[in-house]
């Protein structure tokens, strides 16, 4: 698939005849001189934001800003047929990257050809503590979905329900929920309730598949919580499961469960 | 960077005031932001890499609402070229991310500073790959460069950074030496001339009453660094201002792993208005023509820090990552519980 004409097809529906013909004057340049292009990208390109922000290759464009997006297409003209000078450019980029040269190349890890390569960058924007370069992997982003090892995308998954970012905006989030998962946001719960703190109610949703009697426990402490999500979230996860003391707590509170089938209550409702 | 306490006693201020100000100086220090209300300010030169969350917390809280970090050295020689990297590439980084956090707009200056210009292996590598940073958003100016100890090599470096300054289109941030500090600071001049470089692109740094007059006579921007026993204080400044008023001249701190103050820009704000400096010339010395000077670079776009930062929701709660998951954003220093 050529992605990159995609791209430009997106490129060309907003850019001005000043700045499409810089991309076009970069595009089928050198390694080298896409390279400096790459860094060069605001000084040429508007930070308006993405007009149309459907996704390409699983990547949608929501709240991307123009130069962002203009990054990536030129990442995506890299000729790759020489494996070691086009990761040695893309390493390059990486490793001297200012913060939104960052956030464009991680946002650009599904376009890059040998993606095994690049797992380490991937993970290594999870360990990240700049918000926006943890936020290009996490969100929007189909890499993790696509080639995370369970373990690694645990990680990045723990770290949004820890730094309380909106999980729901992971790609795959649902379908990726694992018994190891549920286990760690369990215990995650409950050092923050000894702290006389929370996790974020949504988070709850990812534990569904693999109640058992020790995440039971948080469910019943989740509906005796003073916070209305936390009910809410402790009713979503008893209708949603088939585990059957999840059954008979639901019982208990008949009147959160009518709420809940009847809409009122929802985990849209709950995404932060 | 006070390495010789006996320096101290070699430059007595050549400027001390009336009785009564000196009076007034030393008894309204203790409220002096009362003074600044609704100022904001700009510090051209300050090294927050070696600065605490504690110092971004009092620098907005005094009104300092944008900074420029140069890059200089570590107070050790580094060894190696990927130090230089990671450095560069933390002020592009880390650092701006974390001043962020703080809604304190942060740019800085790439260059080779002239105590390691010594190294010319070093140095050699270290010119490779200043293009790659000098290019990239937020650069605004090749620094801090010039001479320490007025060595050829550091000549040399000096030399070819102006080189890259002038086809960067970016202003040059000179640092100008500690020990025979006219002599170093008409050197860096006399060269920048000869480079054919501009003078109105270039910021000359730690400049004193002796090398004042010099440097503005030449068409230089002159800066002075409020820096307590080996560079200025601020009456001194307030004095320089009177004498020569606040065309091209500019405040920073130079704030650094030393005995500095990150606040010494506020705090010379607020001296100069009790002193009877017009509130327009202490907005030009504390803010504007820092960014007049820096803005020529293409990389400043005021409206970043000129409105009340918008702290994006996205980076300071939900993707705070300097404060962790769960906690406020502030910490009541007085108070002897932390939650």
Same mark, same amino acid.
């Given at each position: 698939m050529d992605y990159s004409s995609l791209l430009f097809d997106r490129i060309q529906s907003q850019a001005s005849a000043k700045e499409l013909s810089w991309i076009e004057s970069k595009a089928n340049g050198s390694l080298q001189s896409l390279q400096t292009a790459f860094v060069a990208a605001p000084r040429f390109i508007?930070?308006?934001?993405?007009?149309y922000p459907e996704p390409i290759n699983g990547v949608s464009f929501n709240n991307w800003t123009f130069d962002r997006l203009v990054r990536v297409y030129l990442l995506s003209k890299f000729n790759s047929s020489d494996k070691d000078s086009y990761i040695k450019a893309i390493d390059t980029l990486f490793d001297t990257a200012e913060n939104n040269e960052a956030v464009a190349l991680i946002s650009t890890l599904p376009f890059l050809?040998?993606?095994?390569?690049w797992m380490l960058r991937a993970t290594n924007a999870v360990r990240s503590n700049i918000g926006p370069v943890f936020d290009a992997i996490a969100f929007q982003n189909p890499f993790p979905k696509n080639l995370f090892s369970e373990l690694a995308w645990n990680q990045m998954v723990l770290k949004c329900i820890f730094n309380d970012k909106p999980i729901h905006k992971i790609e795959g989030v649902l379908d990726r929920a694992n018994a190891e998962l549920a286990h760690s946001i369990s215990y995650l719960a409950h050092e923050r309730w000894s702290a006389g703190r929370t996790i974020p109610a949504y988070a709850w949703r990812l534990v569904i598949n693999f109640l058992n009697e020790e995440i039971l426990k948080d469910i019943q402490y989740l509906f005796s919580s003073s916070s209305v999500h936390d009910r809410i979230a402790a009713t979503l996860v008893c209708i949603a499961t088939d585990f059957p003391g999840a059954k008979e707590e639901l019982k208990k509170h008949r009147d959160l469960e009518l709420k809940a089938k009847t809409d009122v209550f929802s985990w849209e409702g709950l995404e932060n | 960077m006070c390495q010789k306490h006996s320096e101290i006693s070699q430059n007595p201020s050549h400027f001390e005031g009336s009785a009564e100000e000196f009076k007034i100086a030393s008894t309204v220090q203790a409220n002096y932001t009362d003074y600044i209300k609704g100022m904001k300010f700009f510090d051209?030169?300050?090294?927050?890499?070696?600065?605490t969350t504690d110092d971004y917390t009092a620098l907005i809280d005094a009104g300092v609402v944008a900074i420029i970090e140069p890059a200089f050295w570590l107070g050790q020689p580094r060894t190696g070229l990927s130090s230089f990297k990671d450095y560069f590439s933390s002020l592009v980084g880390w650092e701006r991310f974390r001043s962020s956090q703080f809604g304190i707009k942060h740019y800085c200056t790439i260059g080779l500073n002239s105590r390691e210009a010594n190294n010319e292996a070093l140095a050699e590598q270290v010119m490779e790959i200043l293009p790659i940073f000098l290019?990239?958003?937020?650069?605004?100016?090749? @620094?801090?460069i010039g001479f320490d100890d007025q060595t050829a090599a550091e000549e040399k470096y000096y030399r070819l950074q102006l080189e890259l300054a002038k086809e960067a289109n970016l202003p040059v941030q000179v640092h100008t030496p500690h020990r025979d500090k006219k002599r170093g600071t008409e050197l860096s001049m006399s060269i920048a001339l000869e480079h054919g470089i501009d003078p109105g692109m270039v910021i000359i740094d730690h400049n004193n009453e002796e090398t004042v007059e010099s440097v503005l006579e030449k068409g230089f921007w002159a800066a002075f660094t409020i820096y307590p026993f080996t560079k200025m204080g601020n009456e001194r400044m307030v004095e320089i201002v009177k004498k020569y008023g606040s065309e091209r001249i500019m405040v920073n701190s130079?704030?650094?792993? @030393?005995?500095?103050?990150?606040?010494a820009v506020p705090k010379t704000a607020a001296l100069m208005k009790i002193k009877g400096i017009s509130d327009e010339d202490i907005r030009l010395v504390t803010y504007q023509n820092a960014i007049d000077a820096f803005a020529q670079s293409g990389q400043i776009n005021a409206i970043d820090f000129e409105s009340p930062m918008e702290v994006d929701q996205n980076l300071k709660f939900n993707g705070n990552t300097v404060l962790r998951g769960g906690q406020i954003p502030r910490v009541e220093k007085n108070s002897i519980i932390i939650s």
């Amino acid at each position: 698939m050529d992605y990159s004409s995609l791209l430009f097809d997106r490129i060309q529906s907003q850019a001005s005849a000043k700045e499409l013909s810089w991309i076009e004057s970069k595009a089928n340049g050198s390694l080298q001189s896409l390279q400096t292009a790459f860094v060069a990208a605001p000084r040429f390109i508007s930070k308006e934001f993405v007009q149309y922000p459907e996704p390409i290759n699983g990547v949608s464009f929501n709240n991307w800003t123009f130069d962002r997006l203009v990054r990536v297409y030129l990442l995506s003209k890299f000729n790759s047929s020489d494996k070691d000078s086009y990761i040695k450019a893309i390493d390059t980029l990486f490793d001297t990257a200012e913060n939104n040269e960052a956030v464009a190349l991680i946002s650009t890890l599904p376009f890059l050809a040998y993606p095994d390569y690049w797992m380490l960058r991937a993970t290594n924007a999870v360990r990240s503590n700049i918000g926006p370069v943890f936020d290009a992997i996490a969100f929007q982003n189909p890499f993790p979905k696509n080639l995370f090892s369970e373990l690694a995308w645990n990680q990045m998954v723990l770290k949004c329900i820890f730094n309380d970012k909106p999980i729901h905006k992971i790609e795959g989030v649902l379908d990726r929920a694992n018994a190891e998962l549920a286990h760690s946001i369990s215990y995650l719960a409950h050092e923050r309730w000894s702290a006389g703190r929370t996790i974020p109610a949504y988070a709850w949703r990812l534990v569904i598949n693999f109640l058992n009697e020790e995440i039971l426990k948080d469910i019943q402490y989740l509906f005796s919580s003073s916070s209305v999500h936390d009910r809410i979230a402790a009713t979503l996860v008893c209708i949603a499961t088939d585990f059957p003391g999840a059954k008979e707590e639901l019982k208990k509170h008949r009147d959160l469960e009518l709420k809940a089938k009847t809409d009122v209550f929802s985990w849209e409702g709950l995404e932060n | 960077m006070c390495q010789k306490h006996s320096e101290i006693s070699q430059n007595p201020s050549h400027f001390e005031g009336s009785a009564e100000e000196f009076k007034i100086a030393s008894t309204v220090q203790a409220n002096y932001t009362d003074y600044i209300k609704g100022m904001k300010f700009f510090d051209p030169h300050i090294h927050m890499t070696s600065r605490t969350t504690d110092d971004y917390t009092a620098l907005i809280d005094a009104g300092v609402v944008a900074i420029i970090e140069p890059a200089f050295w570590l107070g050790q020689p580094r060894t190696g070229l990927s130090s230089f990297k990671d450095y560069f590439s933390s002020l592009v980084g880390w650092e701006r991310f974390r001043s962020s956090q703080f809604g304190i707009k942060h740019y800085c200056t790439i260059g080779l500073n002239s105590r390691e210009a010594n190294n010319e292996a070093l140095a050699e590598q270290v010119m490779e790959i200043l293009p790659i940073f000098l290019y990239k958003e937020g650069v605004v100016g090749v @620094g801090e460069i010039g001479f320490d100890d007025q060595t050829a090599a550091e000549e040399k470096y000096y030399r070819l950074q102006l080189e890259l300054a002038k086809e960067a289109n970016l202003p040059v941030q000179v640092h100008t030496p500690h020990r025979d500090k006219k002599r170093g600071t008409e050197l860096s001049m006399s060269i920048a001339l000869e480079h054919g470089i501009d003078p109105g692109m270039v910021i000359i740094d730690h400049n004193n009453e002796e090398t004042v007059e010099s440097v503005l006579e030449k068409g230089f921007w002159a800066a002075f660094t409020i820096y307590p026993f080996t560079k200025m204080g601020n009456e001194r400044m307030v004095e320089i201002v009177k004498k020569y008023g606040s065309e091209r001249i500019m405040v920073n701190s130079a704030a650094d792993w @030393g005995i500095s103050d990150p606040l010494a820009v506020p705090k010379t704000a607020a001296l100069m208005k009790i002193k009877g400096i017009s509130d327009e010339d202490i907005r030009l010395v504390t803010y504007q023509n820092a960014i007049d000077a820096f803005a020529q670079s293409g990389q400043i776009n005021a409206i970043d820090f000129e409105s009340p930062m918008e702290v994006d929701q996205n980076l300071k709660f939900n993707g705070n990552t300097v404060l962790r998951g769960g906690q406020i954003p502030r910490v009541e220093k007085n108070s002897i519980i932390i939650s």
